[in-house]
């Protein structure tokens, strides 16, 4: 697990992008389904695979319904009941990790509890992933803490002060934390998705900023990079006749193929930022450049006079820059009309 834990490290200390494949409640509580999601994720180029685990009586309360409604508070455990299909065993999560290692991607989770964090200790998971829902959810953090493991938040429904709280609690412990750009609704329109948040979240808390995406398509991922998200998460499904819980913001595995493409296709557009053209663009730079040209036949021991010379292509000589160095200099031997004028003509 400490090799799971620093080859992401690595990564992100590289700025090499790093892919979760979001499982999450995909598998519908089938075993089955979600060694399948994990190998197809696998196959599909993820480098993580995520997966939500939690106690459903821990999860929701049973007031949940009438409490949301602003009404008298009434007995209904329907929300719980539907999430406690979603649940998992302890023993399906360790066939699911070692499914996962098999097939060269790292098992981890978005815990929600105490019962949910330990069954993920048993396991030694090299990372956890906080939620945002559980960015405020202190008892958490703190047990999270308490790992030094590195941890990535995500931050969709959290305020600014919450983050920071989280933050310095986690790091007070170790980890090293990454944060997730995201907004919380499934899926997100392109006018809500608010990018440069991921800018903001890297000015006022320092630290690698990634982007989960709810978006239906690719472009706000590949935007995304040139705002220095590393870290990107989508949620998986097998097919688009998967019928789970994120159909709607979830790719196939072909897609998330074609996403982590795209994503490194614009990594590759960005360059290194630096200024001077690339040797790429030699040959076309040495024809389309301006050189100090002859404009007569100019016969040896001239001294240049600007009448002397011309600014033509290609660029093989002098560069036009070079102009008033040399006027009024002696050329070393005669230079024929429409010859290029180099430094070692000049005297």
Do not use: W
């Not at 719980?80 to 999560?93: R, V």
């Not at 001294?303 to 050329?331: A, E, F, M, N, T």
């Amino acid at each position: 697990m400490d090799l799971c834990k620093e080859k992401y490290l690595n990564k992100l200390h590289n700025n090499i992008p790093i892919f979760i494949a979001e499982i999450g409640l995909n598998h519908n509580g089938k075993l089955d389904e979600a060694i399948e999601l994990i190998k197809r994720a696998a196959e599909s180029g993820a480098d993580l695979v995520k997966f939500q685990v939690f106690n459903s009586e821990k999860f929701y309360s049973v007031y949940t319904k009438s409490l949301l409604n602003n009404e008298t508070p009434a007995y209904d455990d329907s929300t719980i009941q539907f999430f406690k299909k979603f649940e998992l065993s302890c023993e399906d999560y360790k066939t699911l990790q070692k499914v996962a290692q098999e097939h060269g991607v790292v098992f981890f989770a978005s815990c929600f509890d105490d019962d949910s964090f330990e069954m993920m200790e048993n396991l030694n998971v090299p990372l956890y992933k906080i939620a945002s829902s559980e960015v405020t959810n202190v008892p958490l953090l703190q047990k999270i803490a308490s790992t030094h493991k590195p941890v990535i938040v995500s931050t969709g429904i959290s305020l600014q002060h919450e983050i920071a709280y989280a933050i310095r609690l986690l790091q007070k412990g170790g980890c090293h934390v990454a944060l997730l750009h995201c907004v919380s609704l499934y899926p997100v329109c392109h006018d809500a998705i608010n990018l440069l948040r991921i800018k903001s979240l890297q000015h006022v808390f320092g630290v690698p900023v990634g982007f989960s995406d709810h978006s239906k398509d690719n472009r706000a991922s590949i935007m995304a990079v040139a705002m220095g998200a590393r870290v990107f998460e989508k949620h998986f499904k097998l097919s688009h006749n998967h019928d789970c819980a994120d159909k709607d913001v979830s790719l196939t595995p072909e897609e998330f193929t074609a996403y982590i493409d795209d994503i490194n296709m614009a990594l590759a557009m960005l360059g290194d930022g630096l200024i001077d053209f690339k040797e790429v663009e030699a040959a076309v730079a040495r024809s389309a450049r301006r050189s100090i040209f002859a404009s007569r036949d100019i016969p040896a021991g001239t001294k240049l006079q600007y009448s002397d010379i011309i600014v033509k292509r290609p660029g093989v000589g002098l560069s036009p820059l070079h102009i008033d160095d040399i006027i009024r200099k002696k050329v070393k031997h005669a230079i024929p009309k429409d010859m290029p004028i180099c430094g070692e003509d000049i005297e």
